[in-house]
């Protein structure tokens, strides 16, 4: 999740709105795609961060092998997948995912509709249904898509006024942990003795040292982040064309 919120950052200072992921192969536990939004520079509503992991995934595997690699795929994104995304994911059968915090528009992941968990709809996969976790570096989400957005207002044709414009650092909304995940779930990820955040709202970092941010991580720049990650991808030793001709 460290890697796709240093994407964030990296969209961010790319005028692009900070939402990034990191797609792991998880039997190597190796990074094979990431995506960041794309949506202002393409000018196409569909460039989200996950469509183009998914279209790299593609790409380097081949379509004919996305079904048997996304079982094990585990996606990090630093903001819950939208409506369309957490089906097309869920389509591929993808095993798991993480994110930061809610999308409270379009949110498929349990925020607006509960996608992942719609035994309903069909999966090419036999994965039907996927745990979304949130939470992970979640106030860094959010403090990068606050920084975006008071940076846009500056730029609005009418900019609001000096009093709306100001950061917020200091208060978050409360997680509504029931609304993603059930407390087995929770326990099981993140421990019996945090389960009091399950039951109070709470996040995790809540009550530790700055608010438990870590602003180093979102106030630095990564320029070399996307070639630190090619690197890493083509490195990866994933070869799923044996594995199919070995099943
Ligand atoms: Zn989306």
């Known amino acids: 999740m460290k890697s796709a919120i240093k994407l964030a950052r990296y969209a961010l200072d790319h005028n692009e709105t900070p939402v990034a992921c ?4 998880e039997p190597t536990n190796e990074i094979i795609a990431y995506g960041m939004n794309d949506t202002n ?6 460039a989200h961060a996950e469509f183009l992991g998914i279209e790299q995934i593609k790409h380097k595997f081949g379509s004919e092998n996305l079904l048997s690699i996304f079982k094990d795929i585990i996606l990090y994104v630093t903001v819950e997948p939208c409506i369309m995304c957490a089906s097309a994911i869920k ?26 968990k719609d035994k309903s709809t069909i999966s090419l996969n036999d ?11 979640r106030k860094e989400a959010i403090m990068l898509l606050r ?10 044709p009418k900019p609001r006024t000096k009093k709306e414009r100001i950061l917020d650092k200091n208060t978050f909304p409360s997680i509504n942990w029931s609304s993603y995940i059930d407390r087995n779930l929770f326990a099981r ?10 039951d109070q709202n709470s996040d995790l970092t809540d009550g530790k040292q700055n ?37």
């Open 147 to 156: 920084y975006f957005y008071v940076r846009e207002n500056d730029h609005a």
């Open 22 to 25: 990191i797609f792991v192969y």
């Open 189 to 198: 990820e993140f421990g019996v003795d945090n389960l009091y955040h399950f």
């Open 41 to 46: 520079k393409s000018h196409t509503g569909i």
């Open 91 to 116: 389509q591929l059968g993808i095993k798991k995912v993480y994110f930061g915090c809610g999308n409270d528009r379009f949110g498929g992941n349990g925020t607006v509709l509960n996608i992942n």
């Open 127 to 137: 994965n039907t249904i996927y745990d979304s976790i949130p939470g992970l570096f």
């Open 211 to 247: 608010n438990g941010i870590d602003w180093d991580l979102i106030n630095s720049s990564y320029d070399n982040h996307i070639e630190q990650l090619t690197k890493e991808i083509e490195n990866s030793h994933i070869n799923i064309h044996k594995r199919i001709k070995i099943q």
